[in-house]
């Protein structure tokens, strides 16, 4: 019988870094792997999407804020940042902040920040890369006008694979996140190992994007270790939770990883991964 690759790589000792699109996405999904991984390999976690912009915001900017209860997004934002470094300390992984937009508030290069002219004050959407949550954001279709935006994230990504080489764990990009999106695509250009995982609590709502799936070979392991760990990690992001979850209850379901089939992949990007071959 096959040993759980999971628990094969974490017991080989290969370096894990989680790639995280924003300040929480790492714990809501991998919490329960990360936490048992502690101790027994080095665990890392990268966050992408970790600013604000400055306003004027477009309204689906605005009505985050609202739902959040906080109108100045540069304060959430360090509020964030503080919550993520505290949940991640007591977990005792280490962490690295990369500073790039969140995909609500990233403006198209060379648009005006603080200052902007008359028409982006009263229509701060066209100054935006994804002027609406609904119709852009949500779409998982990645704008043209972030390429930049991906080529900076392949460049952070061959930093990070310096030796020993690490495993990457990356998002599947479930429910269509253009910012998880991006995360996906950059570990699927960068050529390293990775494992992606399914992401929580979008999961619950929308399913895996097929085509993606058979495009890279992968097939699904379930994670149930240290769920009840990974709740309390999960509160810590108090700025988020509430919005994530209005009765105030997080789902102990089981973490779901995909990885590549050496069976199948016959030389395709990832493919013949160590773990299952």
């Known amino acids: 019988m096959r040993a759980d690759p999971l628990t094969a790589v974490i017991e080989a000792g290969t370096p894990l870094v989680v790639l995280s699109p924003h300040l929480d996405d790492a714990v809501l999904s991998c919490g329960a792997l990360m936490t048992h991984a502690m101790g027994r390999t080095q665990v890392r976690v990268v966050t992408f999407f970790t600013e604000s912009g400055a306003p004027p915001y477009t309204f689906s900017g605005r009505q985050y804020l609202r739902q959040v209860g906080q109108p100045d997004a540069e304060r959430l934002y360090r509020r964030r940042r503080a919550e993520d470094r505290e949940v991640l300390a007591r977990l005792g992984a280490a962490w690295l902040h990369l500073g790039l937009v969140d995909g609500l508030f990233r403006r198209k290069s060379g648009a005006p920040g603080r200052s902007p002219g008359r028409v982006r004050r009263v229509l701060p959407e066209v100054a935006h890369?994804?002027?609406?949550?609904?119709?852009?954001?949500?779409?998982g279709r990645v704008s043209r006008h972030d390429a930049r935006t991906l080529g900076r994230m392949l460049a952070l990504l061959q930093e990070l694979a310096a030796p020993p080489r690490p495993v990457l764990l990356a998002p599947c990009g479930v429910g269509g996140h253009v910012d998880h999106v991006l995360v996906r695509t950059a570990a699927e250009l960068s050529g390293e190992p990775v494992i992606y995982y399914s992401d929580f609590p979008y999961n619950q709502r929308h399913r895996l994007d097929p085509g993606f799936v058979d495009r890279a070979s992968l097939i699904e392991v379930e994670w149930s270790r240290e769920l009840a760990a990974k709740s309390a990690l999960v509160r810590g992001y108090g700025s988020q939770a509430r919005a994530l979850f209005p009765g105030g209850r997080i789902p102990m379901v089981p973490e779901t990883y995909l990885l590549a089939d050496g069976e199948?992949?016959?030389?395709?990007?990832n493919g013949g991964a160590p773990w299952l071959s």
């Open 129 to 139: 890369v994804y002027p609406t949550y609904r119709l852009h954001i949500a779409t």
């Open 264 to 269: 199948r992949a016959n030389g395709r990007p």
